[in-house]
């Protein structure tokens, strides 16, 4: 089974801090990984996906196969930055359909 | 530059009541599925499906039918409503589960 852990509910910094918002996943074979974001009343979009290893809005994540972990960086916050984080798995669930499954998400405010 | 178009935003529905909930894309996704967010539990998958004719059950189906007759369409249907339905509903669609998903706006529903 295919699990995606977000320990975190809320997280909250203050401008220009360093953020860090941890995603840990269970998966036996290699998954596929991604961050989402929900600005405030917004549908969600995709912000990062670990394949194309690529910084958008200033984050950045890298996958640690070891620590089965994905975590989401961004060394100064802004206050833009306040919204819901997702992280989630597309994987194989045993058969031949595979399943996205995403953590709780984080809360995310960034304080002036 | 429609993308998922989700129908209607808002709905308020009585104890039994049915309805559906529309979800169409323009992007001629095979991958489309629809979730559900609720506070502190993040996005759960409701039902899933990976071209027009197939459709599987995900997380929670109980309670909703989903069918996918055309490429374009996957509707979402609430047979018999109930408090415990009251959320926001996400349609999202891909190429491939592997590839990022494209969210609609939402639908928020109330159910008294």
């Known amino acids: 089974a295919q699990r995606v852990t977000q320990p975190e509910k809320l997280l909250s910094v203050f401008k220009g801090a360093p953020v860090e918002l941890k995603c840990n996943y269970s998966?036996?074979?290699?998954?596929?990984l991604f961050w989402y974001v929900q600005y405030s009343r917004q549908r969600l979009q995709l912000l990062l996906r670990?394949?194309s290893r690529e910084s958008i809005k200033g984050f950045t994540a890298d996958l640690n196969k070891g620590e089965t972990s994905f975590h989401l960086k961004k060394p100064f916050a802004q206050e833009e930055d306040s919204a819901m984080y997702y992280c989630?798995?597309?994987?194989?669930?045993?058969?031949?359909?595979?399943?996205?499954?995403f953590g709780k998400g984080t809360l995310l405010t960034v304080n002036p | 530059n429609a993308g998922v178009t989700q129908t209607p935003k808002f709905q308020v529905l009585k104890t039994g009541q049915s309805m559906t909930l529309q979800c169409a894309q323009d992007?001629?996704?095979?991958?489309m599925s629809w979730y559900r967010q609720d506070p502190g539990m993040g996005l759960r998958l409701i039902h899933y499906?990976?071209?027009?004719?197939?459709?599987d059950q995900g997380e929670v189906p109980n309670g909703y039918n989903v069918s996918r007759s055309t490429t374009e369409d996957f509707p979402l249907r609430l047979l018999s409503a109930a408090p415990s339905q009251t959320s926001v509903y996400f349609c999202?669609?891909?190429?491939?589960?592997?590839?990022?998903?494209?969210f609609g706006d939402g639908t928020r529903l109330s159910i008294l």
């Open positions: 670990h394949i």
């Open positions: 992007m001629n996704h095979e991958y």
């Open positions: 999202a669609s891909s190429f491939r589960l592997d590839q990022p998903q494209h």
């Open positions: 499906s990976v071209g027009a004719g197939i459709t």
């Open positions: 989630a798995l597309s994987g194989s669930s045993g058969g031949s359909n595979y399943k996205l499954t």
């Open positions: 998966y036996s074979g290699s998954p596929e």
